[in-house]
């Protein structure tokens, strides 16, 4: 029995063997011998080779054994550190049904993003891939070849051009939304002039001036006078003014470009200190004019609108779509006094003739022959004249729209935008915006074409009149004001992205810091090849020398300040300021020079920037929005309250109501991303049941308690007026400054405008009315 067995175990072995060296033929031999006589008439050296072949048969399952085994141990470490490195998240494409699904029978609500997918790691790689320098050079290239003014044949040309791109591409919806808006232009036959006159009041001299150099929304009409010099225009300046005693009052007021406000600032500050007329130029100290290097010419002047605001000067705080019905209202942000854009060559001829006090060192500018005073008296008791002639027009504007529709959340928008409209070429002003659009909308249709399936909606907008304060976008919102905060995730303006390819700025809601931190550590610099963009800032100071608070005539603006709405505006630049931006130089090839010929290397830098923000804000379960940023806003104000506790008191203020609204903020966006992190975040309903609390907290800081006609920038952080909070600040400086210029009545009520919205924003984070127990105390 036993020869047997052996002789089967044999057979079979054999057979096998034969039957894979046949390609899989099922033959299985099998002997039996029965009688001992004729197992032992068989030769030993059977025995000897029947029990080698059964050892090496052995052998050989024992090593292919242990390659199994290793190639299953390398197989499963390499599956988990590909999981590791492409992404925590799945992103799923629609139309399947998950795994989860399937273990739970599907239901009658199974998850709308199943299936097989994408990691994030992998959709990084493919944008990567994707994303190209060169349609970003050509874009540039084409929008700014003339210039491009909202209403013009070739404003109208080019917005056909991209309506037509955008309608090539893979999107899901492409539309335009029309409106009429108040613009203003230049007189076509009456020019606006500068003159001197003598002390008899003749003319002296006509200073030449470019026609199409002009502010827009000035005010029409002329001023006489005595001429000041103001430095930058900023509140400090004309506060050194009247602290050293000089009256400016019906002069005209002649400021530098740049110092960190803006031209509507500057006018607004000369018109409230008394100034009859403004006059704003270039100093080479600020924008390079050396002839041996690129830079300004000294005969171009720097234009930007004048509108303390942004949108239809004509419709504040509601839309233009049908401006003609509404009664006519007027912004309070347009000015009263006439304002000029002259060049440097002009600024020195006025400035050298100014005589007076001479100006603190910080004001000496770089104009040639030209000692720093600031007047207001002039050489042989002349006088400045200036006249502005600009008209308003009624302009047909045009936004265009292209969209790729979300799987889970379709209803909330991921925004990118970007100013398509110029006065001169506006290569950076809006060609670079208008390419990096294009191209990742190019990009994203692209991906989602390959296997990307956003969870939210990704909306592209090309907006107009964006050199008259932001028209197009302002009105957009406006129009859809009370659902925007809604719908909308974030926005990204796209506006003058690159003007340099070595410092990265980033113009930001708090919101969108941990999202911006993330996204740098991705991204390659683009000057210094081989580093991120974080370790470079890091190398140079550190990554928060990035972060700056958004500004006026940032195209991100209103959607925070007026809408409620986390944004962000990027950009590169260099520490020598880009020189051509709102002049007549502003081309592609100077661009190309300034940056040698790295412009669309940086394009494309800056367009993965953004897309790393975007694919976490489209592919996340949760929103990914730092909602505690606001508690650590408010509390070094809390800081500063603190320090002047003993003088509040003495005048029965209690900074203790400020104390306990923030700390009811605070605990309550602790305890959402806390509820946030336990929470099953594949469950559809409580994804949608947090998100739209996270992306309501930018709207609850908009203070309710001000009419958006007559206040629309009413966020209490990023707004303008007396409900923010820097005018809070500013004001309660004055109790150690200038105690007698402290107005209780006004503070009191700051104070208590700006505590409601806090608490309002605490009490609306905390949800249902059942989780709110405020006990309110104090003074009244």
Avoid at 751 to 759: N, P
């Amino acid at each position: 029995m036993d020869t047997t067995r052996a002789r089967l175990r044999q057979s079979t072995s054999v057979g096998v063997a034969e039957d894979d060296e046949m390609g899989g033929a099922q033959r299985v031999e099998m002997s039996f011998v029965s009688s001992e006589e004729e197992e032992a008439a068989r030769p030993s050296s059977d025995i000897t080779a029947l029990v080698r072949q059964y050892r090496h048969v052995h052998q050989r399952a024992g090593v292919l054994l242990c390659v199994c085994v290793v190639v299953v141990v390398f197989a499963t470490a390499f599956l988990l550190a590909y999981a590791v490195f492409a992404g925590r998240y799945h992103c799923y494409l629609a139309g399947g049904q998950g795994e989860e699904d399937k273990e739970q029978g599907g239901g009658a609500n199974p998850l709308a993003e199943g299936g097989a997918g994408l990691y994030l790691g992998e959709l990084r790689v493919m944008m990567r891939r994707l994303l190209q320098d060169e349609d970003i050079v050509n874009t540039i290239s084409r929008v700014s070849r003339a210039d491009h003014p909202p209403g013009s044949s070739e404003g109208t040309s080019l917005a056909s051009e991209i309506l037509r791109r955008f309608r090539l591409l893979p999107m899901d919806h492409t539309w335009t939304e029309s409106l009429y808006a108040t613009l203003q232009f230049p007189h076509r036959s009456q020019r606006s002039s500068l003159l001197l006159l003598d002390s008899a009041g003749w003319i002296s001299e006509q200073i030449p001036l470019n026609p199409s150099d002009y502010c827009p929304y000035s005010a029409a009409g002329s001023a006489t006078g005595c001429m000041v010099y103001a430095n930058y225009g900023r509140t400090e300046d004309f506060k050194w003014l009247e602290g050293a005693g000089l009256s400016i009052a019906g002069c005209v007021v002649v400021m530098r470009v740049g110092g960190g406000v803006t031209f509507a600032e500057k006018v607004w500050l000369a018109q409230r200190s008394g100034a009859g007329g403004a006059l704003i130029y270039p100093d080479p100290a600020d924008l390079p004019q050396d002839p041996r290097r690129l830079g300004l010419n000294a005969h171009t002047a720097v234009s930007e609108h004048v509108h303390l605001g942004s949108g239809d000067p004509f419709t504040p705080g509601f839309p233009s779509f049908n401006h003609t019905q509404f009664p006519p209202i007027q912004s309070s942000g347009l000015p009263l006094i006439p304002a000029l854009p002259i060049s440097s060559t002009v600024a020195a001829k006025l400035l050298s003739q100014l005589s007076g006090a001479p100006c603190p060192p910080s004001w000496r500018g770089r104009l040639p022959y030209a000692p720093c005073a600031v007047g207001p008296e002039l050489s042989a008791g002349r006088r400045v004249s200036m006249s502005v002639h600009n008209v308003m027009t009624p302009v047909l504007l045009n936004n265009i729209f292209s969209s790729l529709e979300g799987r889970v959340e379709p209803d909330h928008y991921i925004i990118l935008g970007a100013q398509r409209d110029s006065l001169g070429p506006g290569a950076v002003k809006s060609g670079v915006g208008t390419a990096i659009l294009l191209e990742l909308a190019r990009t994203f249709s692209a991906m989602v074409k390959n296997g990307f399936s956003p969870r939210r909606s990704l909306l592209f907008v090309s907006w107009d009149a964006g050199d008259f304060g932001n028209v197009g976008a302002t009105e957009w919102l406006e129009g859809y004001l009370s659902m925007l905060h809604l719908k909308a995730v974030a926005y990204f303006s796209l506006d003058k992205a690159v003007m340099g390819d070595d410092v990265l700025s980033a113009y930001t809601s708090p919101l969108l810091m941990d999202l911006l931190d993330a996204a740098i550590r991705q991204v390659e610099h683009p000057k210094h090849l081989g580093q991120s963009i974080h370790s470079q800032a890091e190398r140079e100071g550190g990554s928060w020398r990035i972060i700056k608070p958004l500004y006026l005539n940032s195209g991100a603006y209103s959607f925070t300040a007026f809408a409620g709405v986390p944004a962000m505006e990027l950009r590169f630049s260099e520490e020598r300021a880009y020189p051509f931006v709102n002049t007549p130089l502003d081309s592609a090839s100077r661009l190309q020079e300034v940056l040698g010929g790295r412009v669309g290397l940086t394009g494309r830098s800056l367009g993965e920037l953004v897309g790393e923000m975007v694919l976490r804000l489209a592919h996340d379960h949760i929103v990914p929005l730092r909602i505690t940023s606001y508690a650590d806003t408010v509390l070094q104000f809390s800081a500063q309250l603190n320090r002047h506790s003993a003088e509040l008191q003495s005048r029965g203020l209690s900074p203790l109501w400020v104390f306990s609204a923030r700390g009811d903020y605070s605990r309550a966006a602790q305890t959402l991303q806390r509820a946030i992190e336990y929470s099953d975040l594949h469950d559809l309903t409580a994804a949608r049941y947090y998100n739209t609390r996270i992306m309501r907290v930018e709207y609850y800081f908009l203070s309710q308690y001000v009419s958006v006609v007559e206040s629309p920038f009413r966020h209490v952080i990023h707004g303008r007026g007396d409900l923010t909070l820097s005018a809070l600040s500013e004001h309660l400086s004055l109790l150690t400054s200038d105690p007698d210029r402290f107005d209780e009545k006004r503070f009191r009520r700051q104070l208590a405008f700006f505590t409601w919205t806090l608490q309002g924003a605490a009490n609306a984070l905390k949800g249902g009315v059942w989780s709110i127990h405020n006990t309110h105390t104090g003074t009244h």
